[in-house]
């Protein structure tokens, strides 16, 4: 059995090629890349992202215990982490209500579009026509992101939908007929497997990023904090002081850091009156 289908080993060949294409025209894309990958070499990003796979391997193996998971959705399990998983976590700061957030992410996963976009990757062509395929969905859907807000090229824009529905409409309706032919090969379980373990995995992410959102934002918050005082023990003091007086509420404590000054910062007796002072005077 294939690892990859031809699908995957089309799309891969495409970027490798737009990759050779765009490093040969230009230097900079190399150096750019160098940029990209030493920056994932960082504390901050290696701390993240094992973290994140630290989390997600407990979710897979509460997954395994139950029999959903098994070491065949391995490769769909990495290329969920690479270029969901990750990729999402890096948009938490983005993010501007986490209700909002989850409630969006929970219909999003619900969406019959999911199923949807499953039958429409269901079948694969043979690999030459894969990457015919692949290449013209990835050049329709460029010139349809260039000319989104380019009103004079709303007639090129409404092309590119339309070729790119028709396409889609073609593929599900194949993949429907090939079904039809061999249902034996769609509704089984490794096939379901396949369906259900990107949407698992992209629920059981949603409570570690609301986590990580309120990390950041408690970083942000708190980040005054070693502006106003060099002193580790103040500044945990200040920390932890504001954060029980107003309830974790990371706009109050930013609020609040924003009223006070470093000369609010020069004893604990000192923190804790300029806390009750803002207190009382948004009361």
């Known amino acids: 059995m294939d690892i ?16 050779s294409w765009a490093s040969y025209k230009s230097k900079d894309v190399i150096s750019g890349l160098g940029l990209v990958v030493k920056s ?28 959903v998971w098994n070491t065949g959705q391995i490769k769909n399990t990495v290329l969920w982490f690479t270029f969901v998983g990750f990729v999402q976590l890096l948009n938490t700061t983005n993010i501007k209500d986490p209700s909002i957030y989850l409630k969006a992410s929970l219909n999003a996963q619900a969406k019959i579009i999911v199923l949807v976009q499953f039958l429409v990757v269901f079948h694969s062509f043979n690999y030459f026509a894969e990457l015919l395929l692949v290449t013209v969905v990835t050049l329709l859907t460029c010139c349809n992101a260039y000319s989104q807000n380019k009103p ?11 070729l790119l529905a028709i396409i889609g409409i073609l593929l599900f309706s194949y993949s ?29 992410l949603l409570p570690y990023t609301y986590c990580f959102y309120y990390f950041l934002a408690y970083e942000r918050a708190f980040v005054k904090t070693h502006i106003y005082t060099s002193s580790r023990h103040l500044q945990r003091y200040a920390k932890i002081q504001s954060f029980i007086a107003y309830r974790g509420k990371v706009e109050q404590i930013h609020k609040w850091l924003l009223y006070t000054c470093i000369s609010e910062f020069e004893s604990k007796e000192t923190i804790c009156r300029s806390i009750y002072s803002f207190k009382q005077s948004t009361v």
Do not use: H, W
């Open 176 to 204: 429907l007929f090939i079904i039809y032919q061999e249902p034996g090969k769609f509704f089984g379980i490794n096939n379901l497997r396949n369906f259900i373990m990107p949407v698992l995995l992209s629920v059981a």
């Open 152 to 162: 004079e090229y709303k007639q090129a824009k409404k092309l590119c939908e339309y």
């Open 40 to 67: 994932l070499f960082k504390k901050t990003i290696i701390i993240t992202i094992i973290s994140l796979a630290l989390y997600i391997s407990i979710v897979l193996y509460g997954l395994y215990i139950i029999d």
């Open 4 to 19: 990859f289908n031809n699908r995957e080993l089309a799309s891969a060949t495409l970027m490798f090629l737009l990759l």
